[in-house]
């Protein structure tokens, strides 16, 4: 899944298909397109956007999805295909009846990825990552003693420094972590759907109002490198989400991890991993495919 993550943040855009390409018209001119084919999302988090039924249409054709965001950047609703694998019957069916001890065991397995992860994120900023292994060693099925928001007390000071705390509503750092997230988690959506799973299934994520549960869940090892660029992005100066820091957030889906067959953009180690899952709910598999660590960024 290397592709474009298109993103419609002006006011008052007209997006529609025109035979194989995405259109952009402003004042009913067309101000840009873009091969539908190469499209892995759209975020549309302009006022006033309109949309034509083709596109829409086309857009689930290929399986990319449409996020709908609110002014604070976080994601208000997906489009999603209805089908996404020709054996998605089947695999519905076997995520449904996955049996809770296997949920648990796939939970420890992303939430161990997710800390490793995060240890590695720091190593490649040059800041202290010691006891990371160790907490990622104590990770047990469920992680039922919550090893990973023990891991985030440590994690987030030795990134963004020990006044900064994560949360979702504010500006500054947490706004360009919200964003990155959401194109991540827009990525995560669309391979879990290519996969034949569906995203409101979740393993520990269970809140009702949730439809991205699974999404939430597998994203977790990924989100430490979102995180690395966005830390890169504010030693270079960023400090909030504007024209300049979008397409360098959106890039999340393209930066590579290191995985068993090599550097792989995280779309396609998403799409394993949603593969992999799905193999396990099968009992074709026990193991996620999961990139296996977070090299530092090139550029």
């Known amino acids: 899944m290397i592709g474009r993550v298109v993103e419609v943040a002006e006011t008052g855009r007209h997006l529609a ?21 190469d499209v892995v999302a759209v975020i549309a988090s302009g006022y006033g956007l309109t949309y034509s039924n083709a596109l829409i249409a086309a857009l689930a054709e290929r399986g990319a999805p449409v996020v709908l965001c609110g002014s604070n950047h976080l994601p208000a609703a997906f489009l999603l295909p209805v089908a996404g694998h020709h054996t998605q019957a089947g695999r519905l069916a076997d995520q449904a009846a996955a049996p809770k001890p296997l949920k648990k065991r796939l939970w420890a397995q992303l939430v161990r990825a997710k800390i490793a992860g995060q240890a590695e994120t720091l190593r490649a900023v040059g800041a202290s990552h010691t006891g990371f292994q ?5 990770v047990r099925s469920g992680d039922p003693e919550n090893v990973e928001a023990q891991a985030a007390r440590r994690y987030w000071p030795l990134l963004f420094g020990p006044d900064f705390r994560r ?73 909030t989400v504007d024209r300049t820091t979008k397409p360098d957030l959106a890039r999340i889906l393209t930066l590579d991890m290191s995985t068993t067959d090599g550097m792989t953009p995280v779309g396609t180690c998403l799409e394993r991993a949603a593969v992999s899952l799905a193999q396990c709910y099968a009992g074709t598999a026990r193991e996620l495919d999961l990139a296996r660590r977070v090299p530092p960024l090139l550029a």
């Not at 298909?17 to 952009?24: A, E, P, Q, W």
């Not at 991540?184 to 949730?210: D, V």
């Not at 991205?212 to 597998?218: E, T």
């Open 17 to 37: 298909k025109d035979r194989g390409f995405l259109t952009v018209a402003a004042n009913g001119a067309e101000i840009g397109r873009v091969p539908l084919d």
């Open 134 to 138: 160790l907490l990622q060693r104590k």
């Open 167 to 239: 949360n979702r509503d504010m500006d500054g750092v947490n706004a360009l972590l919200n964003y990155a997230y959401t194109v991540l988690r827009a990525g995560t959506a669309r391979a879990i759907m290519a996969a034949g799973l569906h995203p409101s299934l979740g393993l520990a994520h269970r809140q009702r109002g949730n439809a991205f549960q699974l999404a939430d869940d597998l994203m977790e090892p990924f989100r430490p490198m979102a995180d690395l660029l966005v830390a890169d992005l504010v030693n270079d100066g960023a400090e």
